[in-house]
């Protein structure tokens, strides 16, 4: 049991669905973070939510949607994806170093998406 | 920019053989070190980190890692492998100051067979 949990595990959405991810995290922490990770490359950081600000975008296609309404909630809305787009979407926490944190991040088990 | 990289994407081992994987980070100030291990079918969890002091950290399971500012490395050790260390491994760096940005390496996948 990591603390941090994540629905649904799998999905398979066609290109003109929209679907959400949903990632709850119960350690308190004060930060939130999606990763992808895709086949043979390094988890993509998309985004960080630091009490509920997101503070980080790193570049992400406006087809995903990040949402943090408190400190334990994160969810990633998804709408007219590619095909590419299929991965392993992660969800973290973590209690924001600039206010005492320790950096270390505690991870889900993830989404399994697949686009067709 | 910042990466991480690791030098071995797929190790083959037999059980009770030494391992080191490793690991160099490009970033000339101060960082924060992490490995982590995603298991099969499991999701990502920490095997140990470096913050700062002894350089040599120990993690779970036996393992440890070995931090080397001059060479900007943080290679993964461990004496004598088991089957059940079969999982790919991560390395990560947090640049310290400013938000939790973990950059992470593309992962080595350890085979250990009995």
């Known amino acids: 049991e990591t603390g941090v949990t994540q629905t649904p595990r799998h999905l398979v959405m066609g290109m003109t669905n929209k679907k959400s991810l949903k990632c709850e995290q119960h350690?308190?922490?004060?930060?939130m973070y999606w990763y992808k990770q895709s086949a043979k490359k390094p988890l993509e950081l998309m985004f960080v939510y630091s009490l509920e600000e997101r503070v980080e975008n790193n570049s992400v296609p406006s087809r995903f949607s990040p949402e943090c309404p408190n400190s334990s909630h994160l969810f990633l809305h998804l709408h007219t994806l590619q095909p590419e787009d299929s991965a392993l979407y992660l969800c973290?926490?973590?209690?924001?170093?600039?206010?005492?944190?320790?950096?270390?991040?505690?991870f889900g088990p993830g989404t399994r998406l697949t686009v067709l | 920019a910042q990466s991480v990289s690791q030098h071995n994407h797929h190790v083959i081992l037999s059980e009770a053989a030494s391992l080191e994987l490793g690991c160099n980070y490009s970033y000339g100030g101060t960082v924060n070190l992490f490995w982590y291990v995603q298991y099969p079918g499991q999701h990502l969890q920490l095997l140990l980190k470096?913050?700062?002091?002894?350089?040599l950290v120990k993690g779970i399971k036996g393992f440890e890692a070995e931090f080397i500012k001059s060479k900007f490395s943080f290679n993964l050790r461990k004496p004598s492998v088991q089957w059940s260390d079969t999982a790919e491994y991560f390395c990560?760096?947090?640049?310290?100051?400013?938000?939790?940005?973990?950059?992470f390496g593309a992962g080595t996948r350890l085979a250990v067979h009995p």
């Open positions: 350690l308190g922490h004060n930060a």
């Open positions: 990560a760096v947090i640049l310290s100051g400013g938000y939790n940005k973990l950059i």
């Open positions: 973290a926490s973590s209690q924001d170093q600039q206010r005492g944190g320790r950096n270390e991040q505690f």
């Open positions: 470096y913050f700062s002091g002894d350089p």
